[in-house]
C-alpha cells in the first residue's frame, strides 16, 4: 500500500518571500504520479501541480514548482513570490497507473496549512 | 478537463436519517470517486464506482452505511444512512483525470445533529 506523509502542519510565510512544503512518499509502484492540491476556505480542491514518476524534470506551473527527488521518495512544493490567495490547505497526493491511461485513487497526505501574512 | 456539478452544497440532518449526494459530470469517465474529510484532516476514499458494476469500498466503509450508484457515464449518488454526528464531514467526489489531473466537485458540507 503506498502511503504519503506531510510533515509540516502548518507553515507561514510573508507576502512576495518563497516557501517550500514538504512530501515524502512509499511506494514499491514503478509507474505513478504525485500531486500538489490546493484547499482554499472554500473546499474546493485545485490542482496546483503534477508530477510525472518517469520524468526526471521536475515540473513547473508559474510561480509553483517541484523538486522531485525519485530514489529519495520526497516530493516538495515551492511557491515563489507568495500571495495572499495562496492561503489555503495543501495537500500532497500519489497515485499509480493501472495500465494505459487508467488511474487508481488517490492516496492523500495528512495537510499543511499554508498562511500567507501580509 | 472535466466539469463536475455535486448537490447539494450543505445539509443540516437529524440523526438517524440519511442523505444522497449527487454528482453530475459533463463528460463521460470510467471512474468516479467520493471521499470523506472530517473536520481538520485529509481526503479519505469511502469508494470507487465504475459504471455497470458494484462500488469498490476501502477498508472501514460499507455498503450499509455508504450506498453509492452509478447509473451511467456521468452520473453518481453517495447516500449516507442512518446517520449520527460522527458523519458529520465534507463529502466529495471526484473523477479519473482526463487530461492532466483529477477533478473533484464542489464538496458537500455535511452536519449531523
Known amino acids: 500500500a503506498q502511503t504519503v506523509t506531510q510533515s509540516q502542519p502548518e507553515m507561514s510565510v510573508q507576502e512576495a518571500e518563497t516557501v517550500t512544503l514538504s512530501c515524502t512518499y512509499d511506494?514499491?509502484?514503478?509507474?505513478?504520479?504525485l500531486f500538489w492540491y490546493k484547499q482554499p476556505p472554500s473546499r474546493q480542491m485545485i490542482l496546483v501541480i503534477r508530477q510525472e514518476a518517469y520524468k526526471q524534470q521536475n515540473a513547473t506551473e508559474n510561480r509553483f514548482s517541484v523538486n522531485f527527488q525519485k530514489a529519495a521518495k520526497s516530493f516538495s512544493l515551492k511557491i515563489s513570490d507568495s500571495q495572499l490567495g495562496d492561503t489555503a490547505m495543501y495537500f500532497c497526493a500519489f497515485t499509480r497507473l493501472l495500465g494505459g491511461t487508467s488511474y487508481g485513487k488517490l492516496t492523500f497526505g495528512q495537510g499543511t496549512i499554508l498562511t500567507v501574512h501580509p | 478537463s472535466a466539469v463536475i456539478s455535486q448537490k447539494p452544497s450543505r445539509d443540516i440532518c437529524q440523526r438517524g436519517t440519511s442523505l444522497t449526494i449527487q454528482c453530475q459530470v459533463d463528460?463521460?469517465?470510467?471512474?468516479m470517486f467520493w471521499y470523506r474529510q472530517q473536520p481538520g484532516q485529509s481526503l479519505t476514499l469511502i469508494a470507487t464506482?465504475?459504471?455497470?458494476?458494484?462500488?469498490?469500498?476501502e477498508s472501514g466503509f460499507v455498503i450499509d452505511k455508504f450506498p453509492i450508484s452509478r447509473p451511467n457515464l456521468t452520473f453518481s449518488t453517495l447516500t449516507v444512512s442512518n446517520m449520527s454526528p460522527e458523519d458529520s464531514s465534507i463529502y466529495l467526489c471526484?473523477?479519473?483525470?482526463?487530461?492532466?489531473?483529477?477533478?473533484f466537485g464542489s464538496g458537500t458540507r455535511l452536519t449531523v445533529v
Open positions: 511506494t514499491s509502484e514503478s509507474n505513478y504520479y
Open positions: 463528460s463521460q469517465v470510467t471512474m
Open positions: 464506482a465504475n459504471q455497470g458494476s458494484e462500488a469498490t469500498y
Open positions: 471526484s473523477v479519473d483525470p482526463q487530461t492532466y489531473g483529477y477533478t
